[in-house]
């Protein structure tokens, strides 16, 4: 697609429930990262794609949270038994590996994930 | 570890006032170093990047340099616009096997008119 895609745009959940978050990168991109941003921080790294695989997971905070993306393209972000620590909003960003746009992130407008 | 340290704000300005946001880096390697915006109600996008020491980078009349011997990489603009006020982010990636982004915690602009 043109930009990165991510559904739903806003999730209100209550503590202990299933969420998922979809991420559509932009066509081509191989490159595929999940992020977390809280209000009035930084975005802070969960989890990188290179293809199908998980290059590097080491932002994922515990064994709730676990990310996928089975044909290279669309990546599920999945988090079970939500806490309210939980609450923030989802990133995703694809990026190219090579050329000038290498390591240059294209960011989706985010999921807001509420955990009441 | 490898962070990204930026100036608190908010950051208050005049329209046309000059503009400076510090960034200051530590990396075990060789990073690219970058800035971000988040415009209000919009994602975050690349507002500029610059690859290597000595290397200035620059979009929309902001400008950065990468100073590798004071591992800073400062955001200044000349003259600023009501249309400027957003958060602004500091960010590096390693150049050398790192995949991740490492962002600052943000500095949020506010420009008067």
């Known amino acids: 697609g043109a930009g990165v895609s991510q559904t739903p745009s806003n999730k209100v959940t209550e503590k202990g429930k299933y969420v998922e978050l979809r991420c559509d990168p932009i066509?081509?991109?191989?490159?595929l990262y999940w992020y977390r941003q809280s209000l009035g921080q930084g975005p802070e790294f969960l989890i990188y794609f290179q293809g199908t695989g998980a290059a590097d997971d080491s932002g994922l905070p515990n064994d709730r949270f676990f990310a996928v993306r089975p044909e290279g393209s669309v990546s599920t972000l999945k988090i079970q038994r939500t806490e309210r620590g939980d609450s923030a909003v989802y990133l995703c960003?694809?990026?190219?590996?090579?050329?000038?746009?290498?390591?240059?992130?294209?960011f989706g407008a985010g999921s807001r994930l509420t955990v009441l | 570890g490898d962070s990204v340290t930026q100036m608190e704000g908010p950051v208050t300005l005049s329209e046309e006032a000059f503009l400076t946001i510090n960034c200051t880096y530590t990396?075990?390697?060789?990073?690219?170093l970058f800035w971000y915006v988040q415009y209000p109600g919009e994602g975050l996008q690349l507002l500029l990047k610059?690859?290597?020491?000595?290397d200035k980078g620059s979009n929309k009349g902001f400008e950065a340099t990468y100073r590798k011997e004071t591992t800073s990489f400062h955001l200044e603009k000349g003259s600023v616009q009501v249309s400027d006020s957003a958060v602004y982010f500091c960010a590096l990636i390693l150049n050398t096997g790192g995949f991740k982004t490492i962002f600052g915690a943000g500095t949020r602009l506010f420009v008067k008119a």
């Open positions: 960003a694809s990026s190219s590996e090579s050329g000038v746009g290498a390591n240059v992130l294209t």
């Open positions: 066509s081509g991109h191989t490159a």
């Open positions: 610059a690859t290597k020491a000595d």
């Open positions: 990396a075990t390697g060789y990073p690219s």
